[in-house]
């Protein structure tokens, strides 16, 4: 028998779960993730410590299972959303991960018609947490971090490149940065609203397609989760 090893990557809670190739589901295993938040708005995750919980429970849901890696042929996988992950140009954490939920970019939303015009544009209801208001917030209040950002991940995009070592978008997260969710890229008029130069389009890795392979399990993320090197893993889409 074949199976799939699908990850969920919540807020809280980081679950992996088993699918035998006939689409029925095997066993699972979570594992809460400790959110750092404060009385100001602020809602971050250690970006190392949540690859290395996902990595346990993928790990642990191996074990539990008591199947051989080789037997898992794809890794399929889903996280919260948006948010800001930035990397370095050594692909090393710049700060925490913001998450979704965050509110400290509300600092950049004097001008209350900013949720009118995004949501004229793109059909979705910006939110505190969204990527572009984050880089917003960011390129004014933590200029230093700013000027070392190389690439701006999600949840998702960190995980995926921590198992294959390759650096993407998706269309799902990229559609809500706020972006153009007509064509699935970024937006040149949503930059315009939060005032931010269109080079930073550069910040944002290329975008793929959800069911696009994303890359395979390399030989340092066998040796941590136990699968097996080469495994092939999906570029994969938000969770909601």
Known sequence: MKYYLTIDAGTSVIKTVLFNSNHKQINSFSIKNPVITDNFGKSEVD??????LTAKCIKLLIQKTKIQSKSIIGVGITANMVGFW??????????????????????IFTNKKIFNEVYKTTGSIVQYGCTI????????????????????LTCKDWLRFKLTN???????????????????????????????????FDLF??????????GYVTKEASKITSLKEGTPVIIGCGDV
């Open 133 to 152: 208001p984050i880089l917003k917030w960011i390129s004014k209040f933590e200029k230093e971090n700013f000027k070392k950002i190389k690439y701006i």
């Open 86 to 107: 930035p990397i370095n140009s050594k692909n090393k954490p710049i700060r925490n991960a913001i998450l979704w939920n965050d509110t400290r970019s509300q600092k």
């Open 47 to 52: 970006m190392y410590n949540f690859w290395f």
């Open 166 to 200: 390759n650096i993407y978008n998706d269309e799902t997260e990229v559609s809500v940065f706020p972006g153009n969710i007509k064509e699935k890229k970024l937006s040149k008029k949503i930059f315009k609203i939060f005032r931010l130069d269109t080079k930073y």
């Open 205 to 214: 890795p290329e975008i793929k397609k959800s069911n696009d392979l994303g």
